[in-house]
Each structure stands twice: as structure tokens, then as C-alpha cells.
């Protein structure tokens, strides 16, 4: 167990000799143990520390177990706090009652059996564990969705821009040279207006064209996913600089389900954007190769690399379009994988092989 993993673990008794056996019990657990040898102690650990569970004597001096555990109650970040009482005395069931009101999940009798008390006290740091695991999945989901948004309205603010500056831009002088046109007597000047205005029109449509093949590439329905991947490699070559080269295995690479070699397109076109944007790389390699019931992918380039916080996919460290990778792996029963290689990066994906009308077309090595 990681040392981010260990929970905290309060163990509150006026007797040393009591707080020393349940250390030695509890320690074969791994977590991080805490002792306190009075009520008022108990409760400045628990101000300072997030604690998972308060193991705690029921008879102590001056605040004893019930009072201590109805105060920890009444404060709000302490509501499910688990609290297991240990008595040898408070075992009647009224007693056990009373415990139960003042905020109590358990109650131990003295002699405490040791593989009892580790069950116990494990199950609770455990659903503390999840619980806290599951809020950090939370802020990080919440993170995430702040920057899809963002990302999402950035990209139709791009896609405005382009259509405003380039499309609307050439339409405007398109419609210019045709109303010039219209007011020509002249035959010659008319067909040279028109044929002027001809032109920047069909500029105007490759302009569409190309904005709709990399939204959704006609050629990844059409002919299949290399098709698709060799014709977005050259285009990416041309307007980023970057010398890109694709190497495919087997030759004759077979055909996958249209919603596979989508969500694998997506992926190694969202790497290379990664490329762009981060790395400072001159050079870039994409593999594409289908093996043992796998579809395996990578994309590698030559620039600075990253940390090892994103190499191990940390909350926190990684950004929207990691996040989105993986997220679409995992929906294919896949896995995102990242790796230093000095020089450069390298992604990698590994998904179970999928073909139209159930071709076993990826079994062979």
C-alpha cells in the first residue's frame, strides 16, 4: 500500500499499556496509527488529521467514551466518522444502546480478540478509503468537465474564426466581382468578373471540404481507418512542420467495426495534436499493427517528453485530451498506456480486435 493510500487511524485510551496492545494488533493493517490518551487529545488530532476510524475506550476520566463520541457527532466534517467503542465494564444492552445513539458503528468487549479487532477496524478504513477515493474521482471528473467546456467553446470559436476569416471573407469578394459583373456592358469584362468569382468560390468549397473531412473523414467510412490515417498524416506534415511517417502490420490490415477504427482514429489524431501543442518535436511515428485478438497503436515523437506524473496518469496531472484517450479505450475494453523513450513520448493503445460480420481477422501473429 502506497503512503497516499494509508488512512488515519485514532486509537484513544488513558491507559498506555492498552493503546501499546492495539498498535500491536493493528499494525499487521499498514495504515497510519494514532494515539490519544484522553478525550481532549483525541480531539485536537482529529481537528488536525482526517481520520478514517476512532478506536476508543468507553470508561476514561473526565470525558469518557460517550461524551467524547457525541461531541465528535455534533461536529460536521465528523458526521461519518466510524467510532468503535472497546469496554469491559458499559456491556449491558442498554449500554450498548447508549452507544449506538452517541454515534458508535461498533462495540468491542474486553478481552479484545486481535483478528476480531482487525476485521473491524480494516472494513472501516477500507470504505474510508473508497470514500475518499470517490470524492477525488469527483474533483477530478468536475476538473475535467470545466475543461471540456472551455475546450469545446475555444473549438467553435476556431471554427468561427476560420469561417469568418477565410469562407466568409472569399464569399464577400465572390459576391463583389459578381454584383461588378452584373453592372458590365462589357462581354469580356462580364466572363472575367465571373470567371474571377468562379474561382474564389471553388477556394470557398475546398475550404468547407477540408474542415469537414478532419471534423469526420469521409475515407474512415469509405475505405477503412489506414486509408484515413495515411491521408490525415500527410495533411498534418503540411501544416505542422512535423515529419510524420506511418508503418502498418500486416500489410493487408482488415477492415474494423466503423465505431472501433473511429475511436482509434480519434485517439492518434488527439496524440498527434498533443505532439503539436507540447513536445517541440521535429519528427513523429505512427504504428498500427493487429495481433492475438489485438489492435494495438502508438504514436512516438523526438521532442521533450513528459512527467512522470502524466506517464502514471495521476488525478490531477493530466489534462482533457489524456483523459478523453483513455476514456475511449476503456469503452472498447482497451488501454491507454504512456512512456518516457528518451528522446520523446510514446502512447500506446491496446484494444480487443473487432471486425464486421465477426472476421477472426486479427488472430494471427
Given amino acids: 500500500m502506497s503512503v497516499e493510500d494509508r488512512v488515519n487511524i485514532l486509537m484513544v485510551d488513558d491507559q ?22 484522553s478525550g481532549k487529545e483525541a480531539l485536537e488530532h482529529l481537528l488536525k488529521n482526517d481520520i478514517a476510524v476512532v478506536l476508543m475506550d468507553v470508561s476514561m476520566p473526565e470525558l469518557d467514551g460517550f461524551e467524547l463520541a457525541e461531541m465528535i457527532r ?13 469496554s469491559a465494564v ?32 480494516s472494513v472501516f478504513a477500507e470504505l474510508h478509503r473508497r470514500a475518499r477515493q470517490l470524492q477525488t474521482l469527483n474533483g477530478e471528473l468536475r476538473r475535467l468537465s470545466v475543461r471540456l467546456i472551455t475546450m469545446q467553446d475555444d473549438e467553435r470559436r476556431r471554427i468561427a474564426r476560420e469561417l469568418h476569416d477565410g469562407l466568409g ?56 481507418l489506414v486509408s484515413a490515417l495515411r491521408w490525415y498524416l500527410e495533411g498534418f506534415n503540411q501544416r505542422s512542420g512535423i515529419e510524420t511517417a506511418i508503418d502498418v502490420e500486416p500489410l493487408d490490415f482488415s477492415r474494423l467495426t466503423p465505431e472501433l477504427e473511429t475511436a ?19 519528427r513523429a511515428w505512427v504504428t498500427l499493427s493487429a495481433k492475438d485478438g489485438k489492435v494495438i497503436a502508438t504514436v512516438r515523437d523526438d521532442g521533450r517528453g513528459i512527467e512522470k506524473r502524466v506517464v502514471e496518469q495521476q488525478p490531477g496531472s ?16 482497451g488501454e491507454l498506456r504512456l512512456a518516457v523513450v528518451h528522446p520523446g513520448t510514446l502512447v500506446e493503445i491496446v484494444m480487443p480486435c473487432r471486425t464486421p460480420a465477426h472476421q477472426d481477422v486479427c488472430a494471427t501473429a
Avoid at 107 to 118: F, H, W
Avoid at 202 to 223: A, K, N, T, W, Y
Fill in 16 to 37: 498506555p499499556a492498552k493503546l501499546l496492545s492495539y498498535e500491536v494488533i493493528l499494525a499487521e493493517l499498514g495504515e497510519n496509527l494514532i494515539k490519544a490518551a
Fill in 74 to 86: 455534533q461536529h460536521p466534517r465528523f458526521q461519518k466518522t466510524a467510532i468503535i467503542f472497546i
Fill in 90 to 121: 458499559h456491556l449491558t444492552d442498554l449500554d450498548r444502546l447508549k452507544g449506538y445513539q452517541r454515534g458508535a458503528v461498533d462495540y468491542i468487549s474486553v478481552p479484545v480478540i486481535p483478528d476480531l479487532l482487525r476485521a473491524k477496524v
Fill in 169 to 224: 471573407q472569399e464569399l464577400v469578394a465572390a459576391k463583389i466581382l459578381l454584383h461588378r459583373a452584373l453592372q458590365q456592358t462589357s462581354e469580356a469584362v462580364r466572363k472575367e468578373a465571373t470567371s474571377e468569382a468562379a474561382e474564389i468560390i471553388d477556394g470557398g468549397i475546398q475550404q468547407v471540404r477540408s474542415m469537414s473531412h478532419l471534423l469526420h473523414p469521409p475515407l474512415l467510412d469509405e475505405v477503412g
Fill in 264 to 282: 482509434i482514429f480519434r485517439i492518434i489524431q488527439e496524440s498527434l495534436s498533443n505532439v503539436l501543442r507540447h513536445s517541440k518535436a521535429r
Fill in 318 to 333: 493530466i489534462g482533457i485530451g489524456i483523459s478523453g484517450m483513455s476514456q475511449r479505450a476503456k469503452e472498447f475494453g
